[in-house]
């Protein structure tokens, strides 16, 4: 069973190293997480990894996600 790992700010620079490096993983589920979902599902796409939009400001989105 794949243990599915959320990376908020997964499209920065450090998060997107961070992400980048999960998703190699056949073990992880990488899923990048973020406010900017053209960016977001760009990269995400790039490295193999899913896309989940996320605003932090929200009180229920990392809850949702």
Do not use: H
């Amino acid at each position: 069973m794949k243990r599915k790992i959320l990376v908020l700010g997964g499209y920065g620079a450090l998060g997107g190293r961070i992400s980048a490096l999960l998703a190699q993983d056949p073990d992880i589920d990488c899923v990048v997480a973020g406010r900017d979902a053209a960016r977001g599902q760009g990269f995400a796409g790039s490295i193999g990894a899913g896309f989940q939009p996320l605003d932090v400001n929200n009180p229920g989105a990392v809850r949702t996600a």
